[in-house]
């Protein structure tokens, strides 16, 4: 078994990419000497700090239309992995259909969300969603198909119902996949809701980051675009920290994969 | 327990099991041989009812059958105890007893320090050892084994086949158990089934005459030797 490693040794060698990204960042923009083109990292933090109250707040917006698409993404894609998992032939029939989350450009179904739902938060959860789902999807049916052939034998010598076998066999064996599946989707239903935002987000008051970044952008305010962005990329990374620590505190004691990450 | 002129072919034409019939008495340990992949595992699975035969029939009247395998075949995200309740947890016993029960299957098999482990902590003997357990949680009336200790170290393997014959003085559950290990079939049974080369037809069935407490030692004897060797000339004719 291999020892944990210290939080010291764990941290120091992205944080010094971190730093070093930081300081070419603030070379070239200060060499460059075009606001407009690229910020240096002082004047980001500045306009970060300055309109913290509007990023806070399109950041809540974002976060609740995240949040929403990515559980709809969990629990509709595990179902789904369930569901599809039941047969073969459910399988074959299926399957295929569910690679149009995969594939569907977002940009193209836009103007029917915004059709069927309007402009604002449902719509922009649905986008959110629709990027999100697939990888769940996948990554429930390829665990629940990996089981243990043995151990399924072993539950049939026993009687046990097709219930038990979902329940104390395949689902608790497909977790690690499940969590990979999950692990991914966290990331995608932030970049799913910012694209939404772009297409079908509403103005005003409650906007989001990803209208933050279309307004500001056409105010010319390239700082306040690279501070949005800052600050979308922070919410999906703390969406794929939180997974992460739901997986350790969930398989940590019996799964391989999840004792060297 | 009779098995009638079980026939066995596969999907792929590939005939496992022709013609063979064998009858098992009630609590009777029998080993049986055969070179690699000549059908012993496919027999096995046919009298656990994990797969059909092709023809022919098997009849085992009524009784509890239990099924270990090759490898330990555990649920790491559950610990020892939990482990070894499956199989009464899966047949609708309620916890204390099944709790009790498996505590008592897993003293038997020297793992009553180990209760609250988990899988991944145990060494590949100790894991068998659960597996064993889990095996006889139930009170089996029937236990088939699929060389189960072919993974495991030549000390570990000794020291769980002198469990195994252990748990059977004990119990006296009829025991089938497959292996390619000469040594631990004349070591273990009381009768030795070999099997010829695939399609599988039995080439010998051999008295074990050697006493019912076998302490370790028995395997230097010239009488173990002597009976050893007349397996492994039974396995040579059957080709293998």
Redesign the interface.
């Given at each position: 078994?291999k020892r944990t490693r210290s939080f010291f040794a764990v941290i120091w060698p992205p944080v010094l990419v971190l730093i070093a990204a930081i300081i070419t960042l603030h070379i070239w923009a200060s060499a460059l000497d075009e606001p407009f083109l690229l910020p240096t990292p002082r004047a980001i933090v500045r306009i970060a700090i300055n309109r913290r109250h509007d990023l806070l707040s399109a950041l809540g917006t974002t976060t609740e239309a995240a949040l929403i698409g990515f559980f709809c993404s969990a629990g509709g894609g595990i179902a789904a992995g369930m569901a599809l998992s039941a047969s073969s032939l459910v399988r074959r029939a299926f399957y295929p259909y569910t690679v149009f989350f995969q594939t569907v450009p977002i940009i193209a179904v836009a103007p029917l969300l915004m059709i069927w739902c309007g402009p604002g938060l449902p719509a922009v959860a649905l986008c959110a969603f629709i990027v999100s789902v697939f990888p769940v999807i996948a990554g429930t049916l390829t665990g629940l198909l990996s089981t243990?052939p043995?151990?399924e034998?072993?539950?049939?010598?026993?009687?046990?119902s097709r219930w038990?076998k979902m329940w104390?066999?395949r689902l608790?064996?497909a977790?690690p996949s499940i969590f990979t599946g999950l692990r991914v989707a966290a990331g995608l239903a932030v970049i799913g809701t910012v694209v939404g935002e772009f297409l079908v987000g509403v103005y005003g008051p409650n906007e989001g980051l990803g209208v933050r970044i279309v307004s500001a952008k056409k105010q010319g305010r390239t700082d306040e675009v690279f501070a949005a962005v800052l600050v979308a990329s922070l919410l999906g990374l703390a969406m794929f920290a939180i997974i992460n620590l739901a997986a350790k505190l969930l398989?940590g004691?019996?799964?391989?994969s999840e004792?060297d990450h | 327990m009779q098995i009638a002129n079980l026939h066995k072919v596969f999907d792929n034409d590939v005939v496992a099991i022709e013609n063979l019939s064998l009858e098992i008495n009630p609590g009777e340990f029998v080993a049986i041989l055969g070179p690699s992949g000549c059908g012993k595992s496919t027999l096995l699975?046919i009298i656990?009812?994990?797969e059909k035969p092709t023809g022919g029939t098997v009849q085992i009247g009524q009784g509890k059958?239990?099924?270990v395998?090759q490898?330990s075949?555990l649920?790491?995200?559950r610990n020892v105890l939990r482990n070894a309740a499956?199989?009464l947890?899966?047949?609708g016993v309620d916890r204390a007893d099944r709790i009790a029960a498996a505590r008592e299957a897993l003293s038997q098999v020297g793992l009553a320090d180990a209760v609250q482990r988990?899988?991944?902590q145990l060494s590949g003997g100790m894991k068998m050892r659960v597996s064993m357990a889990r095996a006889m949680v139930?009170h089996p009336d029937f236990l088939l084994l699929d060389e189960p200790f072919a993974a495991l170290d030549e000390i570990n393997r000794q020291k769980l086949d002198e469990q195994l014959r252990k748990l059977w003085l004990l119990h006296r559950m009829t025991v089938i158990f497959v292996t390619h290990s000469t040594a631990e079939a004349t070591f273990l049974a009381d009768r030795a089934v070999v099997l010829s080369a695939r399609p599988a037809r039995i080439v010998a069935d051999l008295l074990i005459d050697l006493p019912a407490d076998r302490p370790a030692a028995i395997r230097s004897t010239p009488a173990f030797a002597a009976i050893t060797q007349k397996i492994y000339d039974a396995l040579e004719r059957g080709g293998a």
């Open positions: 078994m243990d043995a151990l034998d072993l539950f049939r010598l026993y009687g046990a038990a104390k066999l608790p064996s977790l398989l004691r019996w799964h391989a004792q | 699975r656990a009812g994990l059958i239990a099924y395998f490898d075949h649920l790491p995200w499956l199989p947890e899966l047949a988990y899988p991944a139930t």
